[in-house]
Nanobody, 115 residues
């Protein structure tokens, strides 16, 4: 059974930094895409950043230049380094992985940025 376990959320002041990590277990197949989405209260879940197995990345415009996604294919982990955080970054952040044609999600980790 595939599991995604996130860590690293929390409370931080505006302008601060946080690092989110996610470990994927339970699959022997290649993880094609890994990434992060977020959902603020009352809003839809939106893409933050994704990274392919080859290292190609895509970021939401709102986080470009502030967030950096990386992955370790050998360990099946993906991380999101978040800097210059803003109150509008406050949301539940979900780890995402696509294995073959199936999408998997983590349970979510809360990130709160105070002004």
């Amino acid at each position: 059974q595939v599991q995604l376990v996130e860590s690293g959320g929390g409370l931080v002041q505006a302008g601060g930094s946080l690092r989110l990590s996610c470990a994927v277990s339970g699959s022997s197949r290649s993880i094609i895409t890994m990434g992060w989405y977020r959902q603020a209260p009352g809003k839809q879940r939106d893409l933050v950043a994704i990274i392919s197995s080859g290292g190609s990345t895509n970021y939401a415009d709102s986080v470009k230049g502030r967030f950096t996604i990386s992955r370790d294919n050998a360990k099946n982990t993906v991380s999101l380094q978040m800097s210059s955080l803003k109150p509008e970054d406050t949301a539940v952040y979900y780890c995402y992985a696509r294995i073959v044609i199936t999408s998997y999600w983590g349970q979510g980790t809360q990130v709160t940025v105070s002004s």
